[in-house]
C-alpha cells in the first residue's frame, strides 16, 4: 500500500534492501533526504537501514518530547503507531502500517516540508 496525503508520502516495501532503494529514489525527487524516514519493527533493523540510506529516524524532533518519553514506557506496536501519527498519519493508517512492520515489513515516508 502506497500512501500520499498532503503531509506525507508512504511505501510499504519488503526488506530493507527494497527500503535503501525506494529512499535512493525518493532523495532523486522532490524530497529531501532529512524529511525522508524508515522504520521497521526491530529497532536495529531501523537504524541499519536508516544508516545506509542516509534516512532518518523518528525522533524527538518529529514526535515532540512527550510522546518519546512516552515511548519509553510502551510496546513497541504502540510506540511504532505513535511515531506513525506523529509524521501525520491517522490512527487507522498507524494501525495498518504497524500490522505491515509486524510482518517484517519496512515503512519508508518521506514528507515535503515540516510542520
Known amino acids: 500500500m502506497e500512501s500520499t496525503n498532503a503531509k506525507a508520502y508512504a511505501k510499504i516495501v519488503e526488506n530493507g534492501t527494497l527500503a535503501v532503494q525506494e529512499i535512493q529514489n525518493l532523495q532523486t525527487t522532490d524530497y529531501i533526504t532529512d524529511h525522508i524516514y524508515v522504520l521497521a519493527h526491530d529497532s536495529d533493523k531501523t537504524e541499519r537501514i536508516a544508516q545506509a540510506s542516509e534516512a532518518k529516524e523518528v525522533g524527538i524532533k518529529e514526535e515532540g518530547v512527550f510522546d518519546s518519553i512516552a ?13 506513525i501519527v506523529s509524521l501525520g498519519f491517522t490512527e487507522a493508517e498507524a494501525d495498518f502500517y504497524e500490522k505491515q512492520l509486524d510482518l517484517g515489513k519496512v515503512l519508508v515516508i518521506a514528507k515535503k516540508d515540516q510542520p
Open 71 to 83: 515511548n519509553l514506557f510502551r510496546s513497541r506496536g504502540d510506540e511504532l503507531r505513535a511515531k
